[in-house]
Each structure stands twice: as C-alpha cells, then as structure tokens.
C-alpha cells in the first residue's frame, strides 16, 4: 500500500471533521465560493472545458464488465449533452466488487481514511467541472450546481469519514482482559479486535442532488471497509461517474483494486435499481429518491441494511413576525430556490384565518397571503436573479405536477408561470404556482407534491397549524418547519410538537438563512424519525452498523516464577 | 422527578462502565460471588424464601389490562411451580406503554441513566431470588443460574446503558452556529437537539438465558427514552416477571408512568410474539431464539428495527497441543456446561484423520476422539459435579432432538446417558452424545442440533476443518470457534477464516477460561456478520438506531453597536 502518505497529508482535516461533530458549530473543509482566489484563476474554465470536452462521447471508465451502452440524460438548460454510459452485466460487477473488498476490508483504519480524504480532495479541485456537471443534470443553477454538487457534498462526505472513523476507533485493536479466577489463580488472555465489513453496499443516486445526497452512503460504507457499487439515476449519472472514475484512480494509485468503487447505469426504460437492491449479495442500501420506491426497498430489501432519505411535506407556520416584508423575503427565496425541488423546501403554509400578528396590529388572512405572493413576484421581477435561483426543472413530470395542481382545487393565487432565460432559450423553467385551500382539503394539501408548487391552508389558529403541521409530517413524513411568531409560548408548542414528529424546526429566520438549508458537521439531514426516511446524514447510526468488530482471544501465559535457590 | 439521586448514587458505575467499554479489560460492577460475605449472609436463605413464596399463586403485578392468566412454566429440574400470570390485551398494553413514553422521553438522559442504574443495583440485591427463577424455568444448575441470570446479566445491561449514555453524549444539547455570510455580515443560530426515540420496543426473551440475553435491549431502548414491553418466553416468565416488577417500582419511584416498562405474558398455545412484533405500534423488537422464528421476525417485522441473537452452529479445530489432558479437559467442560445449552457452546470437533500433533508424536485420529470422551466420561463421574454443571435440559424437545441423533447417522462414540440426580428425583436431565462423522456427512454436522449433542468430524487436514467450520458460519451461523494447535501460522489461517465468517475465536484454551464464556464491556456476543443474528451484545450500532436527534434552529439577534457619541 502506498497510500500512507493520503492518510498523513490529510489528517488535519480529518480532525477538524472530528472536532466539528461533536461541537457542531459552524464548520467546512472545503470553499464554498466559486473564486479564482480560491480554486485558481482558470478554474472555471478549465472546468467547463472538461465537462464540454465529455459530451456526445461514450464516458470512458476503466472498469469491465460492459453490455451495452445508456444514453438517458438531458440538460433541463435544454443542451445536448448525449454522454454514453458503459450498461453492466449486474453479476459481473457483484462478483468484482466481492473480489476487491477482500484487500480492502484487511487494510487499516488509517489506509482507508487516507483514500477517502485523498478522494474527496480530488472532487474538491474537480469543484468546476462538477459543477457543470451537476447543473446539466439537475437544472441547479451554476452557484447552488457549484455548492451543493460540490464543496456542500465534499462536506457531506467528510462528515460521513468523521463519523465511521470515530466508531470504528470506540473499539480498540486490542486488550489485555485479566481476571482473578480463584485464590490463588488469574487468567489472562490477550484480545484483538478485527473490523468487519457488511459486505457490498449499493448506493442509489437520485436525480436533484447526485452527489450531497450519495456522498455519505458511500464514504460511510467505504471506510467501514465495504466495497460500494455506485447506481446514479439515469438522468443525472454524469456527476457520480466522474466521482466513481476519482475514486478508481484514488484506490488504484493506492494499490487497490479499482473495483472497490464500481458504476453501474440503467435506463428509464430497462432499470435495475430493483435487482440490484434485492440482490442476495448486497448487503448495505443507501437509497435516495421518491417515498414509492423508496418504501418498496425498504420492505424488499429484507436481506440489506438499508438506509433512506425520502421526501416529506415541510410546512411553514406563519403566526406572525416584527418585519412582513423581511419574513416573506426570506421564504420568497425559500420557496423559489431550485424551483422548489429541493426535499427540504417548504410547501405548506399555515396561516390562521384571522390574520398574523404583526407590530402594526392584525394583519388579515388575505393581506397576508398577498404579501408572500408579492415578495415572490418582486423576487422573480429581476430576471437573472430570478433565472440564477430557480433553476431549471429536472423532470417533466415536476411540471405536469405543477400543470394538475394548478386545477386540483383551491384557489389559485399566483401561477407558476413559466420564465424566460436569457442564455438557454430550450431551458425547462418553471416558477412557485401558490395555491390557497382550506384544512378540510386534505387530499390536497397532505399529498407531497414535488416541485414549485405552494399550499397556503387556512387554519383556525396558529395552535391548530402546528398541530396539522406536526401531525401529517408525523404520518407523511416532513424533513423541515419554519416558524414565525412574536409568541415565545408558541415557540415551545412548536418545538415540543416538531420535535416528536421528527422535524427539524427553523424558528424566525430573516436575511441569509433560510430554512432548506442544512450543513454538513451541524445539521441533520432527515431525522430518521417519521417515513421521510429511515436514516440521518449524519450520525453513529448511519454509520455504526456498516462494520462488525470479530475477537480473538489467546492466552498469556502466566509468569514463571523464578526457582527460589 | 426525585430520581437525580438515583443519578447521583450510581454515577461512578456508570463512569466505571464509561471505561471499560472503551478499553475492553476486565472489569465487573456486580460481584459475582454467591457469598454471604459479598450479598449479606442471609441473602441466599431470604432468596430462596422469596421464590418459593411465589409458587402455586398468581405473580402479583401492579399493570392493568388482564383478560386471564397463563400459566406454562414448569422446572426442569421436575418440581412444581405453578405461578400464574396475567394475560393482557395487547392493544390496551401497547396504548399505556405509548402513554408512559411521552414523560420518560422528555426526561434528561441523566434521569433515564439514573432509573435504569437503580433498577440494575437493586436486581442485583435480589441476584439469590433472581438465580432460584432463573435455575427453576431454565434448568441451569443453580452457580451458573446465580451468575448469568445475576450479576452477568446486570453486567451486559449496565454496558448498553453505559453505550447508550455514550452515544446520546456523542451529541451537545446545544451549540451556537456562527457562519460569515458576506463581507459584513454574519449569521448566528442557536441549535438545541432534543433525543427523540424511535417508540415502544419490544423484547422476546428466550427459555435458557432469559435475563443475560434480554436486559440488553432493554436497558438500551429505556436509556434511549423508548417504553418497552417484555414478552417472556412462557417457560421461562418468572425471571423476566421479577424483573418487571423491579423495573416498575423504580419507575414509579422516581415519579414516572409504571408503564414505562410492561410484561406480556403468553402460553405455547396462544402465543402471541407473532402479534406483538408485526403490531404497527411496535417500532423496536429484541429478539433472542430459535433461527425459524428469528428469521421470520427479521423478514416481517419490517415496520420495526429487530435486532436479533439467534443460534448458530459452533466449532472447535484440533489440531494439536502440548498437553492432551490439560485440552481436553477443558474443551470437556464447554461441551458439559448447561448441556450443552449454551448458544455458545461447540458442537462441531473437527479432527484431522491423520491425528493430532503433540510433543509426543501424532496421536490418532482415533485416540483423539478416545481422548475427548474420556475426558467427559471422567468429568462426569463425580456426580456432584456432574449435577451441578450439566444442569437439566430446559425443553423436553432438545431431549427428542439428542434421541433422534443417535441414530441419524455417524458412530455414536459415547451415548446421551441420562443422569440421576440425588436432590431433584424428576429432573429432566441428560448428558453429552458424542457421535462421529465425516466431512461428507454435512446434514449431520451443518445442522443445528441444540442441546447435548457433539459431531466430532474427521476431515482431511487442519485446513480443511478451518475451511468447513469457517464456512459454516458464514452460511448456518456461528458464534464461537476455538482451535488448538502448535503451529503459529495456522493460528493465523484461522484468525482470518473465522474473522471474515464473523466468529469469535479463542486459541489454545486451558484451565479456567472457556469458549462458551462471553464477557460483559470486554466480548461482543454475537458478532452480527453472519446468520446467527444481526446484531452484538453490545456495540454502537446496538443502541445508536434507538433514537433521533431533533434540532430547532433560532437565529441570535447581531450584537447592536455602541452609537459612537
């Protein structure tokens, strides 16, 4: 192995990981801003060159097992991108990938530490090239493309490093266990510890946020000694190829087998996420994506250990604030960033129907609901912001979603109209179609309806939102809630009530905080705690169960006593 | 709450615990002695006196929700019991214990820590009561009833709940985040994470280890803020009925809902384990037995995290030792202790056909098997002795299963002779059958046979025993593999083989110190890396999953400056 020195040139950054979970004050190993100071002057350009300079090729991985070729992805920008991804016959690929972990589970600790970090330092100069790979898969715009495709998910993947390094290290590699067994008598036996890898962990991509939401999976997985076979979603497989391709050259430079980190592509029309993860050797599931499939892999996927991160309906509570126009800025830009595909995105908004509370007094229902589609008019007003932060749409389907909510009942106050953009005439775009209805509509508002669609439900109170709010997340699922209140006692009702519906609540944010946000060493992802999922990013339980530790215990033999002469 | 006391008086075995769990040494809270000098000179007698003023009655348990009583238990050791416990309505149940959970997850770890720490101290002045219990439903002679059903057991569940402290401290309550967001502008959160536990836990208890096998989960979904509802296994109901009503009044003490803790009792007619772990309230089970019903528990309770210790089939490699006495005396002992109804006694001997190497030469095949069972023969032959390790076979089918294989096949080398006991006339017991067979006779020897039941293997080298016991475990399960040998490298071959089969492997064992002994903050039981269960006794991972962190986020107002003057 000649990886040691990964191990030795990163292990600062490995602590700071460390340091950073357990305080979980703000922290980051790798710069969020796009800069030339920062990533190098030609960064940039160097990085768009590289992504262009992979369209409309076959995308050369050096790994075997092809059978054909897949061609699902389009730029929601609506360029041609037409990169060829190697088809895989699916037992080849398990086969090698048991093959590779034999050498992988027997190095050390530190050995599997340095390649992942080596790795993620990679993907972190590759932060441009990633970024225009993400963009013209998810739709992301270039800023949230460059963050959360890479520095975000470098981050996410750090954390992952941090933890799995953290458990595997509450164990040590050895002990000396002696007792006293009789008067006279003490055993004693030297016992050493080896870790255990679950076996191959698959990780299944999805389809807006590839990389942040693949990341953990597969840094836990891989440093717990597993060998991981990386399934992106046929519409944005570019970004976790190029991260399998860094990972093989990484392991390969580090004497082992490439096949520790494998690929595997499908198609729309032919995929084999299915197989995969029902597979008698698949051990590990990280599954990512929509609540249907996801809750079929859960209750398949009997012979794995799977870890989940669904969707949920996040609400907004909205009882009232010091500042209307501060409060319906920030949640304007909430509600418009990435077209609202974002699973931490909000879309219940709850509002009494006698108004919101205000310094001015009362403000009425209506009033209110007025003043969120305006901030959201005024935000959208400037096209290159608007452009910048909507994004594009992904999917069609997330637009024919909006299309069947616009007339499913209620009433609509702003159409989610379509946006020009400048630069990407072809660009699928959409804006927040908001859409008032009544608690009794249930069917509409407790259904998750993925993209830029908004809810405003008129509730009897503001204790009653809360109650709706944390009831349906508690039933459907929920990943986030905001709350704006000048009432500290509903402050308390609200935590109470997220917290036991596993919520994570965000409580009067204005300014450059925004309730989708989470960060990685701080925030986490998902609780785990209601059916938007089975697992968080990131903590003990994510990654404490990927590894076993096996003993051996050998006697010591007792001293002999020198012959008294 | 007037349980910080109970924090306060049992914070330096926690901090004991703390310690040995990261440094795996010896170490014990609770003597293991069954002396007067340690318990109070009177405790054996009033032990006694308690239990049998238990007998022929109904167990007073102060629970409600009784629609009868079963009744099933009966003492291998041939004497009448004849308690009757209540059977519940499982729903009414499951709604107190959900009712019980809503003070006792919104209480400080440090108050769960301090309930459990006292309900463990005081089963441990209760160690005499608890080992009559436990001696009259399992058949354990009454040392090994005393110990593993005693102080052992209390031992494994003060490490989860020094695991479980663990991992919930691994996280601060609160922590400030501070993230510059432009040049002149920072923003500030404060965090708070509440622990959230994943609901009512249920722990199936089995016939032979009732306590030592079921306080782990216990005291690891309590600790973690999950009410638990305790499904003895109804032949052996008494033990884990104790420690109920042990676990209840401590509860009630300390000011929270008895329900916190429930008993479900059931019979081997009407059982209703099957209900219990599929029931949509249940989000945790514990499951300790057999494979067939551990299996299905695995594959249907999918709405719940199960954590299961199941059988396996265990191995010994002979291959050689310096002194064949020492050896298989030893090696004598495992194969009597219990009657063999340890899970983590040999059952497979595996002996290469060209003999044993020895400082005296090979010694044959043959003479190794002669060896091995005179070796039993001499260790029963004090019938003191033999009555007090053998103990009484708990079920009369593991009788059944030790008649059929004397004449499933092989050579039956030393026959299943029951033996008399001078104190308890009835007692169902019964002594080891040693049958010898083949490498090719893998229906016997990769079968499961529970109970007083040995397969001595011939194979053809030491490699290949390595190989088929390694295998073995890997495909049916396996807890424990012990080899003797003179020769280092094949200690090595074994270390990896049965590392990588997730077996626990003890080498070259003599005098005091068993294969079949598991020791608690030092040994993990179970590995989790194979079919004999999916989780250890007791890790990270055994506790992590039992809980959520739940976070709210309120943003720090900015420091207002000084209004230079």
């Given amino acids: 192995m000649t990886d040691s020195n990964f191990f030795a040139a990163h292990e600062d950054t490995l602590k700071g990981a460390l340091d950073a979970i357990g305080s979980r004050g703000f922290w980051s190993a790798y710069p969020e801003v796009p800069s030339g100071r920062v990533y190098g002057e030609t960064a940039r350009a160097d990085g768009q060159a590289a992504w262009k300079a992979r369209l409309g090729k076959p995308f050369e991985l050096d790994q075997g097992y092809a059978i054909g070729t897949v061609s699902d992805e389009s730029s929601p920008w609506g360029i041609e991108t037409g990169i060829e991804y190697p088809r895989c016959d699916l037992n080849q690929v398990l086969g090698a990938s048991r093959c590779a972990m034999d050498a992988w589970k027997r190095a050390s600790v530190e050995d599997r530490a340095g390649v992942c970090l080596e790795i993620l330092h990679r993907l972190n100069k590759r932060s441009f090239e990633m970024a225009f790979a993400v963009m013209h898969t998810t739709g992301q715009g270039f800023m949230m493309a460059f963050q959360a495709g890479g520095p975000h998910a470098q981050d996410r993947g750090l954390e992952a490093v941090a933890h799995a390094y953290a458990a595997m290290k509450a164990c040590p590699q050895s002990a000396t266990w002696s007792k006293r067994v009789s008067k006279t008598e003490t055993v004693t036996l030297d016992k050493t510890w080896r870790i255990v890898p679950r076996g191959i962990a698959v990780t299944i991509g999805c389809s807006t946020f590839p990389t942040w939401n693949s990341y953990p999976g597969i840094f836990a997985s891989l440093m717990t000694g597993n060998s991981v076979v990386v399934k992106p979603h046929p519409g944005a497989t570019l970004p976790l190829a190029l991260t399998v ?28 996420a299915q197989d995969l993860v029902v597979h008698d ?11 249907a499939f996801g809750d079929w892999v859960e209750a398949n996927a009997t012979q794995a ?12 509570v909205l009882d009232g604030c010091d500042d209307v126009r501060a409060v319906t800025g920030n949640l304007a830009f909430s509600l418009c960033l990435y077209s609202g595909q974002m699973c931490t995105t909000p879309q219940n908004i709850f509002i009494p129907e006698d108004g919101i509370d205000t310094p001015d007094g009362r403000m ?24 910048e932060v909507l994004g594009a749409v992904q999917s069609p389907a997330t637009l024919e979603r909006q299309a069947s909510a616009r ?43 993925f ?15 809360i109650e709706l709010a944390a009831d349906g997340a508690k039933r459907k699922g929920g990943l986030t809630a905001a709350l704006w209140t000048r009432d500290d006692a509903l402050i308390d009702t609200a935590i109470d009530a997220f917290t036991h519906a596993g919520v994570a609540l965000s409580v009067n944010l204005t300014g450059q905080i925004w309730v989708n946000q989470s960060a990685a060493f701080s925030d986490y992802h998902v609780s785990g705690a209601n059916p938007a999922g089975n697992a968080t990013l990131c903590d003990a339980a994510f990654v404490a169960d990927r590894f076993r530790l096996v003993a051996t215990r050998i006697p010591v033999p007792a001293p002999v006593e020198e012959a008294a002469c």
Avoid: M
Wanted: glycine residues 6%.
């Fill in 245 to 272: 391709e860094i990972a093989r050259d990484v392991l390969a430079e580090a004497g082992f087998d490439r096949d520790v980190v494998t690929l595997v592509c499908d198609s729309h029309d032919a995929p084999v």
């Fill in 281 to 291: 050797d698949v051990a590990i599931v990280d599954y990512t994506g929509g609540n």
């Fill in 305 to 316: 250990r799977v870890y989940s991160e669904k969707a949920g309906i996040n609400s907004v």
């Fill in 364 to 387: 009425s229902f209506d009033d209110a609901c007025a003043a969120i589609v305006k901030a959201v008019d005024w935000f959208l007003s400037d096209p290159a912001r608007a452009n």
């Fill in 407 to 449: 007339t499913a009942g209620g009433t609509v106050l702003r159409d989610g109209a379509p946006v020009a953009h400048e630069h990407f005439p072809d660009a699928r775009l959409a804006s927040p179609l908001i859409v008032q209805v009544e608690e009794a509509d249930a069917a509409l508002h407790e259904q998750e309806c």
């Fill in 451 to 465: 993209g830029p669609v908004v809810y405003i439900v008129r509730t009897a109170s503001s204790a009653r939102s």
